[in-house]
């Protein structure tokens, strides 16, 4: 089983792999929807790697895989997907991908915010500081 390493364009940080019976053309369309998923503007920085691969036994169900490990400014997200076809694999690879990355991000927004104490460790009393 060999490994081909490629890059994404638009996130040099991630790269796309390949193992087993793979080709090109199916690699590239993966490669297209992870730079759908991640290469949005205003994303911090993204870097990781997804895997792609096949079984070679043809009596398998779900024979294309994939697994995601995405560092997303300092928070791992992880996306496993299986399916039938090359196609489908990349679609649900892009919506898993585009959805943990977004909650991540709104996780990260929403943790910074700082709220105000409660009246009895000295915050606001109906909304205003006396």
Known sequence: MTVRDTGVQQSPAVRVRAEGDVTEEELAYVRGKVEAALGRPGLPAVS??????????????????????????????VVHARE?????????????????????????????????????????LNGRHE
């Open 48 to 77: 990781g790697e997804v895997r792609v691969g096949r079984a070679a036994a043809h009596h398998v169900e779900l024979p294309w895989s994939a697994r995601a490990e995405i560092r997303v400014d300092g928070d791992l997200v």
């Open 84 to 124: 039938a076809s090359a196609h489908e694999l990349a679609d649900r690879l892009q919506d898993r991908l585009r959805g943990q990355v977004e909650r991540a991000v709104h996780r990260a927004e929403a943790g910074r915010r700082s709220s105000a104490p409660p009246p009895w460790r000295g915050g606001p």
